[in-house]
């Protein structure tokens, strides 16, 4: 079989229908994480989703990761990632210091 038999084939319709329906619900799943953390914690959930994170922390029970980021106004934010690395949520955290928050997350089961 030459490249040109492969190449005229027709892709296979379920394929590119299960293909275009996971892409939808991945982008819906992202949409949905940031309309939360934005209804629960405003502009500044935005501002935590776009700052790259300082730190890393993982959960072995959850098989989460928690990201740690600096904003502007010296104050820091939690993103927390599934599994996947699909961001499900972003919030701002009381800790003075990245210390404070790295207390506060061990205290959730974080390593």
């Known amino acids: 079989m030459g490249c040109e038999t492969v190449c005229s084939e027709n892709p296979n319709p379920a394929k590119v229908l299960f293909l275009l329906l996971f892409i939808v619900m991945i982008g819906g799943l992202v949409l949905f994480s940031l309309a939360h953390a934005t209804e629960r914690h405003g502009d500044v959930a ?22 740690i980021c600096k904003l502007d106004n010296d104050k820091f934010g939690v ?12 919030f701002p955290n009381k800790g003075k210091n990245i210390d404070a928050v790295i ?7 974080y390593q």
Do not use: V, W
Not at 79 to 90: M, N, P, R, V
Not at 103 to 109: D, T
């Open 46 to 67: 935005i501002q935590i989703c776009n700052t790259p994170p300082e730190r890393l922390l993982h959960n072995p029970m959850t098989g989460r990761s928690a990201g």
């Open 103 to 109: 207390r506060y997350l061990l205290r959730k089961g």
């Open 79 to 90: 993103q927390i990632f599934s599994k996947d690395g699909e961001l499900i949520t972003a």
